[in-house]
């Protein structure tokens, strides 16, 4: 009997192995790469300048299109290319936080893209504002 449940959990395990399908990026389309996945503002003064850019290429072989650019809070906000960014070409997703806030801070912005293997990237975006002296 225990050779019979060895053996039908044995087949089992081996159809369900079989039938997972491994993963293939396709490599024909669309593909960005980032700089750096973290926006770092550092220990800044209130009221400082809150823009910063981060510096994106397409690396793939059709062009890229980032649909939207969503923040984790209404103190950052983001501007992004609206246009295809072709094949080896670059863009810059420019961001805002209201440096009236004091304190550290860590929040993200999801970019959206037709990016063939990651079409949601989070980036984080961090860094801590000083009250005046």
């Known amino acids: 009997m225990k050779k019979v449940i060895f053996f ?45 850019e981060v510096k994106f290429t397409n690396v793939g072989k059709e062009p890229i299109m980032l649909t939207n650019v969503n923040s984790s809070c209404g103190c950052l906000t983001a501007n992004w290319p609206k246009e295809p960014i072709a094949p080896g070409k670059s863009g810059v997703i420019k961001a805002h936080y209201d440096t009236k806030r004091v304190g550290k801070f860590e929040k993200t912005l999801t970019v959206m893209s037709n990016d063939v293997d ?5 980036l984080k975006v961090k860094g ?3 009250a005046p002296k």
């Not at 700089?35 to 300048?49: F, K, P, R």
């Not at 990651?118 to 989070?122: E, K, L, N, T, Y």
């Open 8 to 52: 039908l959990c044995f087949t089992v395990c081996l159809l369900n192995a079989s039938a997972q399908q491994p993963v293939v990026s396709n490599s024909n389309g669309a593909k960005i790469k980032f700089e750096s996945e973290v926006i770092e503002y550092g220990v800044i003064q209130q009221d400082a300048n809150g823009d910063r």
């Open 118 to 122: 990651r079409p949601s990237i989070v």
């Open 128 to 130: 801590e504002v000083l």
